[in-house]
């Protein structure tokens, strides 16, 4: 395995980092998950993982491995490029930006 890869839940390498491959990927699983109407839980039937595996792919704490991309394309109705490209529509805030400007508890 490459230097700087991550092992996500199920031992396979990942994508690992948060560079701007990485943020398409997350913002493109979120917006078009959305523009679907599917449920966290519905994507995660659809790519044989948890909710909670979707929902850490969409703020960026994990990376879908390499294998599961073509899956979440099929299921997100879309190809393995366009997951990797641009979201299809700007959003406001996206969740991974939504983590990481969290005010501090006083």
């Known amino acids: 395995m490459k230097e700087g890869a991550e092992m996500d ?12 491959t990485e943020q398409n990927i997350a913002d493109n699983i979120y917006v078009r998950r959305r523009m679907l109407w599917i449920s966290a839980n519905g994507l995660g039937l659809l790519c044989k993982v948890t909710r909670q595996t979707v929902k850490r792919w969409e703020l960026g ?12 394309a099929s299921a997100l109705q879309c190809q393995v490029a366009d997951l990797l490209g641009p979201p299809p529509m700007p959003r ?10 969290r005010p501090k508890a006083s």
Do not use: D, E, F, K
């Not at 839940?9 to 701007?20: D, F, K, Q, V």
């Open 9 to 20: 839940s199920t031992s396979h390498a990942t994508l690992g980092g948060m560079g701007p």
């Open 61 to 72: 704490v994990g990376s879908p491995s390499y294998r599961s991309l073509p899956l979440i």
């Open 92 to 101: 406001s805030v996206s969740p991974v930006a939504r983590r990481q400007h």
